[in-house]
Structures are given as C-alpha cells and as structure tokens.
C-alpha cells in the first residue's frame, strides 16, 4: 500500500467517462472516453482498469473526487451517485468539484471558463456571482471565454482540487444544477386495449 495518498477522480458531465489517479502529487494514471452515451456501465470498469494498471487496489484509495458539474443532467447523477456509494462502501470521503473550479487551472490567464450547453448556450460563473446559463453571444459581453477542455485534463484537474481539500469535513458530492431537468412525458397517445 503506497505511503503517498490515493485519489481516485472521474467525470461524466458532459460527453466523455474521463478519470484519474493521483499518488501524492503525481498523476500517474489517467484516461478518457468520448461518449454520448453509456457512461453508467463504463465508469466501475474504467476506474477498475485504471486502479488494476498502476498496481491498486480499492482498498488503497483514500479519497474520491468527482465532477459535479453543471453538464449533462444525466451524467452528473451518474457520477455523483457512484462517487457517494463509492466513498460509503469503503468508508472514504468523497469531494465534489465543480467544472468551474476544475477548469481554472487549465484557462488561460484573462480568459473566462465556460462550460457548453445545448443549443447554442454556455454556462458562466462570473467573478464574485453564481453559475448560471445564458445564451453564447450574452456570455461573451464578460469577456473571452474558453470551452475546450480536454476531458483526461478535467479528471486530473478535479483529483488535485480534491487532493487539497479530502481531510477537512465537507458533506457528500451533490449535483450542481443550473437549470432544473427539462424532460418532459412522451406526448405519445398509451395504446389501446382489446378485450379478448
């Protein structure tokens, strides 16, 4: 079991399962996967994968970091959800890092992160305010924006953020939403029933 701490970090806000593996201050595993879909049954062999390739186990990480967005409504749940049966199955604490605070070390000096949302919409945090979703065009009246991140930078990103922060008492991972969700029931008229 190495002396160093272990910390496990993975995202699925957006359309990638992205993860990494930070030993003391070196990262000495990381991996992404671009996908729209199906990061629900690649997350647990992903992260098995890694852990299994850089000679651990389970039981030798201490701490789980983990993307809370804002992103996809879906993979946030998908993740924040894993993360915190993660950390209460092996009785390890979980530290949520929202893309925000994951992308700033990865922006350019004067630029702004933003995240990209559907329909022509980013997500913004201006300085000293809340995260919020606005039109493309809007957000840029805050200045230059960047919303190209590589998502294996991301996992690495949000796994030093937690290294810094996985000894102090925080409450589990929960999903930073924006927006609420905005699907709606199928319109679909229900079938029609014959007696037999």
Not at 13 to 25: E, F, I, Y
Not at 61 to 67: E, R
Not at 77 to 87: D, E, H, N, T
Request: glycine share 10%; with cysteine; aromatic share 4%.
């Amino acid at each position: 079991m190495p002396s160093d701490p272990v910390i496990l970090a993975f995202d699925t806000s957006a359309a990638h399962c992205a993860a990494a593996l930070l030993v003391g201050d070196r990262i000495v595993a990381a991996t992404a996967d671009e996908m729209t879909r199906g990061q629900a049954e690649r997350l647990m062999p992903l992260l098995e994968e890694m852990l299994g390739e850089a000679g651990l186990g389970w039981r030798d990480v201490d701490a789980i970091g983990v993307g809370i967005g804002p992103g996809n409504f879906t993979g946030i749940r998908i993740s924040v959800s894993a993360a915190r049966g993660l950390a209460l199955g092996l009785g390890i604490p979980a530290v949520g890092v929202d893309g925000f605070e994951a992308r700033a070390p990865l922006t350019l000096s004067g630029v702004l992160p933003a995240i990209p949302a559907p329909r022509d919409q980013v997500y913004l945090m201006p300085e000293g305010g809340t995260a919020q979703l606005m039109p493309r065009q809007e957000a840029e009246a805050f200045g230059l924006l960047q919303t190209e991140y590589a998502p294996k930078q991301l996992a690495e990103a949000i796994a030093r953020t937690t290294a810094t922060r996985w000894r102090d008492t925080t409450p589990p991972p929960a999903p930073l939403y924006v927006r609420p969700a905005d699907a709606a029931p199928s319109r679909d008229r229900p079938p029609v029933l014959l007696d037999p």
